[in-house]
């Protein structure tokens, strides 16, 4: 396959863009719920051992 051929059938081929779409998507997740429970670990702390305490 000649060089301009092969980077024109790359530039059509996109089967693989979905796959790195759904990543970015779970690592954005991924970003957000490890940055909510970073700034909620005081928070939960406190809620467990005030359970832990009255049981």
């Known amino acids: ?6 980077t024109g059938w ?3 081929n ?3 863009a979905t796959a790195i779409e ?3 998507i779970a690592a954005g ?3 957000v719920i490890v940055g909510a429970l970073a700034l909620m670990s005081g928070s939960l702390t406190n809620i467990f051992n ?3 305490s009255s049981l």
């Open 29 to 31: 997740i991924s970003i």
């Open 50 to 52: 005030t359970v832990s």
């Open 1 to 6: 396959m000649k060089k301009k051929a092969f």
């Open 14 to 16: 996109a089967s693989g």
């Open 10 to 12: 790359l530039w059509r």
């Open 22 to 24: 759904y990543a970015m």
